[in-house]
């Protein structure tokens, strides 16, 4: 009488239906996955057909079918086990109302197709939905030991699933061969731009303030940047075309590549956001700006930036690592006049980086520096000389209003606040990136998260554009060095 409540669910298991390994060996079960909540804590009643030979598991909240040991429930109070009109068996278990249950239903042969009923009784109204979780993506790792990626998004996270395996270039998906070309493309401009950069500011007459020399070096890192990128792509996409690399260059790749293109991705944004800070030095003390002074000032930077930048990125290279991946995947092949269903596993090696919650916020406030903060550094200096200039001119030239010189200031200067925004603009997408949750589908939007990634490394390709062109005596400094170089060649 006190198992008020009645439900009866009936469906099979077959060649279609979800596969995953319960053993944790090379034995794998059709399954499927039913969400079981109750509104009262009680006892409940499941009850099966005797001659059935399924295998039921109950899991708490989550069922990973990567790690089937993952909140299995293996000691829930049971309290009787009993055969019903003989052809029934029956279990009665406690269950809570605050714990949403998995019912996995299996068989116990591997491979085996099985139609299966299950009766429910209880004292009060519950649920028995069956439903396809796909969020394995959320988790990487061999079987039976995976672990849930963390926070942000890398290239290995983007491209890992895009890469065929055991393929060369030709034959790999058009997202990867454009990629590809791309890398190449952005690799050429950049050695353009830098060497462009690199022959404005060794010039001496550029380097008369320590700005010169930010730049200068500014010209070395943006390039370091995207040869750094360039490898890193084609080291994701190499070692995952082939089998055959050894695992020691795996791990080196793994836990050193990443670093050093943050670390030079970082020192090149820093050096202009410096360059930023010393313009507005300038502005605000004006004929007392040390020239010989900002230059030792400069010198002591550029060489103390990198310091700080890898030691706050020490954390990396520990928290990378390579994770060996298998996955299986269900192929139907044609024997005779038989349908043949096989079972394919293949295996991945990826370099996944997993945070404790701990490292994961100070990763996230390390990221938040290193993103916006060159980029405010460089928007409140433009701003401040805009105003500071302004003021300067309307205290030298008061017959005029002080709008109308800080709109001939902004028309002077507006490009020092342009530079910075459209760096922001370009930057934003590596920001998104790097705070998605880890359990982001790449695979339904991969093209989408390629040219985000490779979009936020133009600034790196455009230090040229962006510092050199739109200054008048930058580009005067470089068709002076230009002409010089090639009448030192023609001679």
Known sequence: ASLATYLKYSSELTTDSQVYNNL???????YETLRLTVSTDGYY????????????????????PLDPRQNLLLFMETIYFCDFWNHEVAE??????????????TTNQPLTTQAFSIALYGPTNFTLQRFIDNSTYCYVGGLCNTQVKGIGLTLDDILRLEVNRNMSIHDQRL??????????????????????????FQNQKSRTVGCGLYFLTSSVTSFLTITMFTIKFWFVVGTQMSPFVRQSVLQAGCKSIECLLKLFFYWDAWLSACAAVERSASVYKGVRFDKEKSKRFARWIIFALPVLIMGSLVHEPIYRQISNH??????????GIILKTEIVTHSYVWCVTTYPQSVQNYNTIILFIH???????????????????ARRRAE????????????EQWSEHKQLVISP??????????????????????SRYAWLYISAYFISFTPSILIFVVFVLPSTSYRSTFKQSLFRLCKRSRS
């Open 326 to 335: 298998e996955t299986m995947e269900k192929t139907k092949n044609d024997v």
């Open 92 to 105: 009665t278990y406690k269950l809570q109302s605050h714990i949403t249950y998995i019912l996995v239903v």
């Open 421 to 442: 925004l459209l760096l922001l603009l370009l930057s934003t997408p590596r920001l998104v990136i790097s705070l998605l949750s880890g359990c982001t589908d790449v």
């Open 371 to 389: 993103l916006l903060g060159p980029f405010l550094t460089n928007l409140f200096s433009s701003v401040f000389i805009i105003i500071a200039s």
């Open 175 to 200: 997202s990867i061969k454009i990629s590809g070309v791309l890398t190449v493309v952005m690799l050429i401009v950049s050695v353009v731009s830098s060497l462009c950069t690199f022959l404005t």
């Open 45 to 64: 009643v499941f009850s099966t057909i005797k001659h059935q030979k399924e295998h039921m598991y109950f899991y708490k909240n989550h069922f990973n």
């Open 24 to 30: 944790c060996d090379r034995s794998y079960f059709y």
């Open 396 to 407: 030298a030239q008061n017959r005029q209003p002080y709008r109308k010189h800080l709109r």
